[in-house]
């Protein structure tokens, strides 16, 4: 198996010879998905055991929410909100890998240092604030690489000009890794950032080239969940795009995703052993 599809989460291989499903719990008021949002203990801690019984392989926890007009969250909420959700998740649960969904350093070094967490997950690729390269580094442990532009989460939703979207997202990760690998940071899962600094039609496209990220030889995350590029094209509502989003992650698995970051796990997981299935029994293009 290459080298780029096991994970070492805190010492634990992580195997991505097969597609993993990534489910999201947010700790926030105001995510745009009312369905993802959990506050309580009791409530993470069912959410957490649902996410693992229907098949998911990794929990990502989130407390600052970046939907478009979304309030700021500040350094100590956030952390406080992510080291309870970790805290709550590992007391039942001490195996099953957990990310936290940070652009902060602190938050990073708080979660996974103190309370148990796994796997960085920065959506803005080390931008917005200093220091999450090292914090990974000095963690050893995996970082996702997310595209984006903007130094701020409001920049995210409003930068969308590219002289070619698929060079331009190359070149990011071809800088972003340089980086990553100097300072020492070994696992790299790259995530082209669906919804981010992206209009719909650039995300279409962005779909249409995801297979040629593999060239970098590392895991890619796709996160399509329930997004506007889904519900707007359809005519419906973030509630109602299930069905859009099981055609988007199927097609994300044909062009070479090994992580799907989703709302639904059951359906996500049950798109990947049709997915195996087929992969199994024919030659796929």
Not at 189 to 205: M, T
Not at 216 to 227: A, M, Q, T
Request: aromatic share 6%; hydrophobic share 40%; proline share 3%.
């Amino acid at each position: 198996m290459s080298a780029s599809k096991l994970l070492n989460c805190n010492g634990r291989l992580i195997s991505l010879s097969s597609p993993v499903v990534m489910g999201i719990i947010n700790i926030t008021p105001d995510s745009f998905y009312e369905g993802s949002r959990f506050r309580d203990t009791d409530a993470i801690k069912k959410r957490a055991e649902e996410i693992v019984r229907q098949g998911g392989g990794i929990i990502d926890v989130g407390g600052f929410s970046t939907r478009p007009g979304a309030g700021d969250v500040s350094e100590q909420e956030e952390c406080d909100r992510v080291c309870m959700a970790v805290e709550a998740i590992r007391s039942i649960d001490p195996c099953t890998p957990i990310s936290v969904d940070t652009f902060r350093a602190k938050v990073a070094r708080e979660s996974i240092g103190h309370c148990g967490a796994d796997i960085i997950n920065d959506i803005s690729g080390g931008q917005i604030e200093d220091g999450i390269f090292e914090a990974a580094a000095e963690l050893h442990v995996p970082y996702i690489l997310m595209h984006t532009v903007g130094h701020t989460v409001q920049e995210m939703q409003q930068k969308t000009e590219y002289e070619n979207i698929t060079k331009d997202i190359f070149r990011y990760f071809a800088e972003k890794l340089a980086r990553l690998r100097e300072l020492g940071v070994n696992d790299v899962i790259l995530d082209p950032g669906f919804g981010f600094a992206k209009n719909i039609g650039q995300n279409y496209e962005l779909m249409a080239n995801l297979d040629l990220f593999q060239q970098f030889g590392l895991p890619l995350l796709v996160g399509i969940s329930r997004k506007r590029m889904i519900w707007q094209v359809l005519g419906c509502n973030a509630e109602e795009s299930l069905n859009g989003v099981t055609v988007l992650n199927t097609f994300s698995l044909l062009k070479g995703a090994d992580i799907l970051r989703v709302h639904d796990v059951k359906e996500a997981v049950e798109t990947i052993k049709l997915f195996n299935e087929l992969k199994r029994t024919t030659t796929l293009p």
